[in-house]
């Protein structure tokens, strides 16, 4: 194993490197204050092309927190968080840095989010219950402002409300639903105010 220490602006870090067995080359580029490994990158091969490494951080058990690919600095494929106990708590894929989709768990394992990218810079997130259900799910633009159709559900699995966001404002009809699924009534809204009737 070889040492390198890098002195920037004061500040000391030490990477050790090392040619792993299979034949890539792991930098320990930070260390929790019980000398386990806190963040680590991992090139393919001789480490040459340092455009391609592997990133992973790392709890202070030294059980994984983070891992993710990368390709010139931006994630790309399957990055992984999970929870300490081992648990996988978010999978997303991503593509050149945009992530085009997730789902997040609880740490029980149960989804309780979903997030996948749309044509046109627009995002879909569905959120769920606990025991599985729809919750509800909104379509998001690239400012992260609610557009277009989105539904609510009660935990039984029927429709609360539905209607459509413009610029993260309900705008035209809404309507709206009892928990047994009967319609109760509808509402015109202009910009998130509704109408007087």
């Not at 220490?5 to 320990?28: D, E, R």
């Not at 494929?77 to 106990?85: A, L, M, P, T």
């Not at 609610?146 to 699995?157: A, C, L, R, T």
């Amino acid at each position: 194993m070889k040492i390198v220490k890098i002195s920037l602006l004061n500040l000391s870090i030490f990477i050790f490197l090392s040619l792993n067995s299979y034949g890539q080359i792991k930098l320990i580029l930070e260390k929790w204050d019980n000398d386990t490994s806190k963040i680590v990158k991992i090139y393919p091969g001789d480490g040459k092309d340092t455009s391609k490494y592997q990133l992973i951080h790392f709890y202070r058990s030294g059980k994984k927190l983070q891992d993710a690919n990368y390709v010139d600095s931006k994630p790309e494929g399957k990055v992984c968080y999970w929870y300490e106990g081992d648990k996988c708590q978010q999978e997303a894929i991503y593509k050149g840095g945009k992530e085009l989709q997730s789902k997040t768990y609880s740490e029980d394992g149960i989804i309780i989010e979903t997030h996948v990218a749309l044509e046109g810079n627009f995002d879909k997130d569905t959120k769920f219950y606990a025991n599985g259900l729809k919750q509800s799910e909104i379509i998001y633009d690239s400012l992260g402002l609610k557009q277009g159709k989105s539904s609510f559900w009660y935990q039984n699995s029927k429709l609360q409300k539905q209607g459509i966001f413009e610029n993260d404002k309900e705008q035209g009809l809404w309507k709206f639903f009892d928990e047994q699924g009967n319609y109760i009534e509808g509402k015109i809204y202009h910009k998130g105010i509704p109408e007087i009737k």
